[in-house]
């Protein structure tokens, strides 16, 4: 399994950006596929995005389309969720997850790999 270390979580005012990261051991980074959920106090551990190893093929939730943009640069074993126009409700931990195959995935259960979290509060 892959080591995951996100970072860059923070209280930031609704309408705000924040850029997460997530940083990965090993060197063979471009044969996972990446994701990033969220959980707030309460509830379920929700889908935000996904991408493919190589970058190409990218999907995202519902609730976020148009506003974050995950992306990844293989060379620094990082991905990265850019969020935008942030809402209250967008607060939670963020988590950023890794499968062990290059294709995208939506659900909990397709990855195998889990970052410790970082938290992000957006203020009304």
């Known amino acids: 399994q892959v080591q995951l270390i996100e970072s860059g979580g923070g209280l930031v005012q609704a309408g705000g950006s924040l850029t997460l990261s997530c940083l990965a051991s090993g060197r063979t980074f471009r044969d996972y596929a990446m994701g990033w959920f969220r959980q707030a106090p309460g509830k379920e551990r929700e889908f935000v995005a996904t991408i493919s190893g190589s970058g190409a093929n990218r999907g995202y939730g519902d609730s976020v389309k148009g506003r974050f943009t995950i992306s990844r640069d293989n060379a620094k074993n990082t991905v990265y969720l850019q969020m935008n126009s942030l809402k209250p409700e967008d607060t939670a931990v963020y988590y950023c997850?890794?499968?062990?195959?290059?294709?995208?995935?939506?659900?909990?259960?397709?990855?195998?790999?889990w970052g410790q979290g970082t938290q992000v509060t957006v203020s009304s």
């Open positions: 997850a890794a499968r062990s195959n290059r294709l995208i995935a939506t659900v909990r259960t397709a990855f195998a790999s």
